[in-house]
């Protein structure tokens, strides 16, 4: 796999701008090639950022979201209409102004959906990942052309925490329980399912994540730091703001933005 690619901007608002040009590009140029792209959505405030800078982008009308594949990385065990998932955060601010097709959209299941059980929950959409994926695939997993993903400052990617059985669990998504961040419960990909992309982008902002930026970046090990552990089968994006980059080492290669 290639090395990681660096990409540092001004701010977190330039970032998710940035973020989105290089998204609807990308979904274009798939489109362009005859395929339906797939992308994997993240959470959080970076991603809320980066969904809104689409919802209001003219360029998003270049794209056929008819045509657009949409998978989580992970999510909140709660309630369908509960403020903390992830899929209702991208319906507010992206999903629900877009013509996306239903049976493209897979949320992962929520607490109310029928068999509430977090494991029932991951066998459910590792079931649906598995229904999604073609003859080329490997190990009954899609591979995903762009899976977004934020780091924690702690270095946590999706639901993987440091050093939590999650972590080590070998099939395609498992369920999350006692999270060290509130909601306790939760569903994730695994890091294996995280590994099944052509393209990994980490998208990261704030001083707050610096530490655990330079400490991926750095060759810390993926038990320690979970964010060392995906990377993309074609390439692999760093996309950072200055305040995120800004304990990398002063020889590490990267390309800065005005």
């Given at each position: 796999?290639?090395?990681?690619t660096?990409?540092?901007?001004r701010d977190?608002?330039?970032?998710?701008?940035?973020?989105?040009?290089?998204?609807?590009?990308?979904?274009?140029?798939?489109?362009?090639?005859?395929?339906?792209p797939?992308?994997?959505?993240t959470g959080?405030?970076v991603?809320?950022?980066v969904?809104?800078?689409?919802?209001?982008?003219?360029?998003?009308?270049?794209?056929?979201w008819?045509r657009?594949?949409?998978?989580?990385g992970?999510?909140?065990?709660v309630?369908?209409?509960?403020?903390d998932?992830?899929?209702?955060q991208?319906?507010e601010?992206l999903l629900?102004?877009i013509p996306?097709?239903?049976?493209?959209?897979?949320?992962?299941?929520?607490?109310?959906?029928?068999?509430?059980?977090?494991?029932?929950?991951?066998?459910?959409?590792?079931?649906?990942?598995?229904?999604?994926?073609?003859?080329?695939?490997?190990?009954?997993v899609?591979?995903?052309?762009v899976?977004?993903?934020?780091v924690?400052?702690?270095?946590h990617v999706a639901?993987l925490?440091?050093?939590?059985p999650?972590?080590?669990d070998?099939?395609?998504?498992?369920?999350?329980?006692?999270?060290?961040?509130p909601?306790?419960?939760?569903?994730?990909?695994t890091?294996?399912?995280?590994q099944s992309?052509?393209?990994?982008?980490?998208?990261?902002a704030?001083e707050?994540?610096?530490?655990?930026?330079?400490?991926t970046?750095?060759?810390?090990?993926?038990?320690?730091?979970?964010?060392?552990?995906?990377?993309?089968?074609?390439r692999?994006?760093?996309?950072?703001?200055?305040?995120?980059?800004?304990?990398?080492p002063?020889?590490?290669?990267?390309?800065?933005?005005?």
């Amino acid at each position: 796999m290639p090395d990681p690619t660096l990409l540092v901007h001004r701010d977190a608002d330039v970032l998710a701008e940035a973020v989105c040009a290089r998204l609807l590009t990308r979904l274009v140029d798939i489109q362009a090639a005859g395929r339906t792209p797939r992308w994997v959505l993240t959470g959080g405030t970076v991603a809320d950022t980066v969904h809104r800078a689409v919802a209001r982008s003219p360029a998003k009308h270049a794209v056929d979201w008819s045509r657009v594949e949409l998978w989580w990385g992970d999510e909140r065990f709660v309630a369908s209409r509960d403020r903390d998932r992830n899929d209702l955060q991208a319906r507010e601010a992206l999903l629900d102004s877009i013509p996306v097709s239903p049976a493209l959209v897979h949320p992962m299941p929520a607490k109310d959906s029928p068999g509430a059980d977090p494991d029932s929950a991951a066998e459910q959409y590792a079931a649906e990942l598995a229904q999604a994926a073609a003859a080329e695939d490997h190990d009954g997993v899609p591979v995903f052309d762009v899976l977004m993903l934020g780091v924690g400052p702690d270095g946590h990617v999706a639901s993987l925490f440091p050093e939590r059985p999650a972590l080590y669990d070998e099939g395609v998504v498992v369920a999350v329980r006692g999270a060290p961040k509130p909601p306790p419960t939760r569903l994730s990909l695994t890091m294996r399912t995280l590994q099944s992309a052509r393209e990994v982008w980490f998208v990261v902002a704030g001083e707050d994540k610096a530490a655990a930026v330079r400490m991926t970046l750095s060759g810390a090990g993926v038990t320690q730091v979970p964010a060392a552990g995906p990377r993309g089968r074609a390439r692999t994006l760093w996309l950072l703001d200055k305040a995120a980059a800004a304990e990398l080492p002063a020889g590490m290669s990267r390309i800065a933005s005005p």
